[in-house]
T-cell receptor, first 109, second 116 residues
Framework: EDQVTQSPEALRLQEGESSSLNCSYTVSGLRGLFWYRQDPGKGPEFLFT???AGEEKEKERLKATLTKKESFLHITAPKPEDSATYLCAVHFTGNQFYFGTGTSLTVIP | DGGITQSPKYLFRKEGQNVTLSCEQN?????MYWYRQDPGQGLRLIYYSQIVNDFQKGDIAEGYSVSREKKESFPLTVTSAQKNPTAFYLCASRPAGVSISYNEQFFGPGTRLTVL
């Protein structure tokens, strides 16, 4: 069973059309949940870390929130340059991190 | 500039060859990781190392080997035993302190390996 699930797999938005990406996880003992942005052919770029339910982090048009079993990445008034794959990762007890398969976001001018 | 470098950016391997991917970091991070990324799949852990001269297998270690002789370097060898090595390989590092604020992993630019 997948420990981290991201939805939707792909999302197409018009420029300025706000939406949310979801990351849900099934294992207890969360030590941290992480959001990354990945452009084609490049390594993931760190965006946010969330540690406890109710926590929120913001950066420009992006806002990440965390509940007990899921996280949302809200994108407000997106621009074409926000087009990328957004990855979610979780760190439970131990030293391993588990990644979702990502959401591919396309923002159309 | 502090960061993680990977080389080469592109690598081609013939059948039966071993190849080594380089990963270097100057962030003074203790922990280093190797992941494999395939289309439609999440990043999968190959090996990780928390300290010099020590490393652990991840979920897909078969056909790979690593060494950690220096804190800054964590090279990955893809051996001929790895039957489907064509993929995008990512190296990451993070501080390994016990403080909760040191959890983030930071990634290198990746190496794309293709089997000819």
């Amino acid at each position: 069973e997948d420990q981290v699930t991201q939805s939707p797999e792909a999302l197409r938005l018009q420029e300025g059309e706000s939406s949310s990406l979801n990351c849900s996880y099934t294992v207890s003992g969360l030590r941290g949940l992480f959001w990354y942005r990945q452009d084609p052919g490049k390594g993931p770029e760190f965006l946010f870390t969330l540690y406890s339910a109710g926590e929120e982090k913001e950066k420009e048009r992006l806002k990440a929130t965390l509940t007990k079993k899921e996280s949302f990445l809200h994108i407000t008034a997106p621009k074409p340059e926000d087009s990328a794959t957004y990855l979610c990762a979780v760190h439970f007890t131990g030293n391993q991190f588990y990644f979702g398969t990502g959401t591919s976001l396309t923002v159309i001018p | 500039d502090g960061g993680i470098t990977q080389s080469p950016k592109y690598l081609f391997r013939k059948e039966g060859q071993n190849v080594t991917l380089s990963c270097e970091q100057n962030l003074n991070h203790d922990a280093m990781y190797w992941y494999r990324q395939d289309p439609g799949q999440g990043l999968r852990l190959i090996y990780y190392s928390q300290i010099v001269n020590d490393f652990q297998k991840g979920d897909i270690a078969e056909g790979y080997s690593v060494s950690r002789e220096k804190k800054e370097s964590f090279p990955l060898t893809v051996t001929s035993a790895q039957k489907n090595p064509t993929a995008f390989y990512l190296c990451a590092s993070r501080p390994a302190g016990v403080s909760i604020s040191y959890n983030e992993q930071f990634f290198g630019p990746g190496t794309r390996l293709t089997v000819l």
